[in-house]
């Protein structure tokens, strides 16, 4: 788990919260039906990866660099559902 490799237990808490918002609302819209949902299995994926890269993989994780992907995240899940034509 990424987040739990956070020392700072603050800092740790409070992204604890804001992912698990975020994973809400994705989980929400992707398991509507794919005609109609706006968040695909590809945007996950590459959302999954996003933060594994930011993460690094040594035992110190990089916390900024984990925040900023978490609010390019959060960007692109509002311009998915909210700044799209309909299907």
């Given at each position: 788990?990424?987040l739990g ?52 993989s040594g ?13 390019r995240i ?14």
């Amino acid at each position: 788990m990424i987040l739990g490799r956070i020392p700072e237990t603050e800092q740790r808490n409070n992204l604890t919260v804001r992912m698990n918002i975020l994973g809400r609302i994705v989980a929400a819209e992707w398991a509507k039906d794919n005609s109609v949902r706006r968040i695909s299995t590809g945007d996950v994926r590459r959302w999954r990866s996003w933060l594994r890269e930011a993460a690094g993989s040594g035992t110190e994780i990089r916390i900024r660099a984990v925040m900023d992907v978490i609010q390019r995240i959060e960007e692109a899940v509002r311009e998915s559902l909210f700044h799209t034509s309909w299907r």
